[in-house]
């Protein structure tokens, strides 16, 4: 019985997911504060790049899928 992933985790689908993470947070960091190099500032953009990464990892595969099947390239079945 080999088990297949219902939902495949690709490379692009994580390198979508840092860049669209690291730029909301470093936009969510400069709308909380002012925008300087300082380590309160770099916190806040890591803080608002996880808080980003861990909510929009679903989405992202979701968006990736519905393009696989519009395109009509369903490989897994």
Known sequence: MSQEPDL????VDLLVLVVVS???GALIASWAMEPRLTPNFVVAISSGTVM???FLFIP?????TFLEERKGGN???
């Open 8 to 11: 495949p985790v690709k490379p």
């Open 22 to 24: 690291v730029l909301g």
């Open 52 to 54: 980003l990464a861990f």
């Open 75 to 77: 490989e897994g079945s």
């Open 60 to 64: 992202v595969m979701g968006v990736r």
